[in-house]
Nanobody
Framework: QVQLVESGGGSVQAGGSLRLSCAAS????????MGWFRQAPGAEREGVGA????????YYAGSVKGRFTISQDNAKNTVYLQMNSLKPEDTAMYYC????????????????????WGQGTQVTVSS
């Protein structure tokens, strides 16, 4: 049974930083896409970024490129989302998600292409 557990959310002032973690267990993919998504109240869930665990390639939404960085620790089956220069518009519930290696890179930021989801962690950025 696949389990994804996020942690590291919290409240921070604009310009600050947070690092989210996503610990994965129970899956057999040696190579997978781990994605980070966020959803603000009243808004659709949107892709923030993703990493291909087989080689470390990363993908980012334009709104966070240059501010957010995804990394992984394969020994711990954990993916991280380092968020710098946070803005109030980054406020949302953040989720990590997992999918297999098939499907291509064109959909790595599409929530519908992911099979497994964590419970989410709240990030609040105040101005």
């Amino acid at each position: 049974q696949v389990q994804l557990v996020e942690s590291g959310g919290g409240s921070v002032q604009a310009g600050g930083s947070l690092r989210l973690s996503c610990a994965a267990s129970g899956y057999t993919y040696r190579r997978a896409y781990m994605g980070w998504f966020r959803q603000a109240p009243g808004a659709e869930r949107e892709g923030v970024g993703a990493i291909y665990t087989g080689g470390g390639s990363t993908y980012y939404a334009g709104s966070v490129k240059g501010r957010f960085t995804i990394s992984q620790d394969n020994a711990k089956n954990t993916v991280y989302l380092q968020m710098n220069s946070l803005k109030p518009e980054d406020t949302a519930m953040y989720y990590c998600a997992l999918r297999g290696p098939n499907g291509g890179t064109w959909s790595v930021l599409s929530p519908g292409s992911y099979n497994y989801w964590g419970q989410g962690t709240q990030v609040t950025v105040s101005s």
